[in-house]
């Protein structure tokens, strides 16, 4: 018995040439044909990276001691989502405000001082009225405990005394 011999093609490749005109034989080829015809394009150094950022605005010329805060040009149209941090609230931003926004400022500063200044008052009435209305229900708890002995006491006594008259009672009857 003897093995059947297949019959192999010869493989022919495709030229970037041919590649690029739409004559594949397959797809791997076509990227070795791209890649051949295209050179590579040059890679940028580091300090050209940098320099290009620092044209845009992205990266500051040199280093503060402090930080450095520098503006990135937004695109038009996107708007921030969400709301700022909450410790950027109050950050003071020294010469950008006119006369008339620093008033605004400082009305509605002294607006929610006074706010909280009332509600530190009615929390501080609340407090004083719920201890007030604590302390009588209290008073009132203890007087009737003082009262309820009061009136066993007296049954006690009550008790005692009509005892001590049954047992005087009982002997003159003898």
Not at 48 to 75: M, N, T
Not at 92 to 108: C, F, M, N, W
Not at 125 to 154: P, T
Request: charged residues 35%; hydrophobic residues 30%; contains cysteine.
């Amino acid at each position: 018995m003897g093995c059947k011999q297949t019959q192999v093609k010869p493989f022919k490749q495709t030229s970037p040439e041919e590649a690029l005109t739409g004559k594949i034989n397959c797809p791997h080829e076509l990227y070795y044909a791209k890649s051949q015809v295209t050179p590579p394009t040059p890679r940028l150094s580091g300090t050209e990276i940098l320099q290009l950022l620092r044209d845009e605005g992205l990266v500051p010329d040199r280093q503060a001691s402090g930080g450095v805060a520098f503006s990135v040009p937004a695109v038009e149209g996107v708007v921030p989502r969400g709301r700022a941090p909450r410790r950027l609230w109050r950050v003071p931003l020294r010469g950008h405000y006119t006369s008339e926004e620093k008033q605004i400022i400082a009305d509605v500063f002294r607006y929610d001082k006074l706010v909280e200044q009332v509600q530190r008052k009615q929390l501080d009435r609340e407090i004083k009225h719920k201890a007030v209305k604590d302390e009588k229900k209290r008073r009132l708890f203890i007087k009737k405990m003082k009262a309820e002995y009061q009136l066993q006491v007296r049954e006690e006594k009550l008790k005692r005394l009509e005892e001590e008259r049954a047992v005087v009672k009982k002997p003159a009857k003898k």
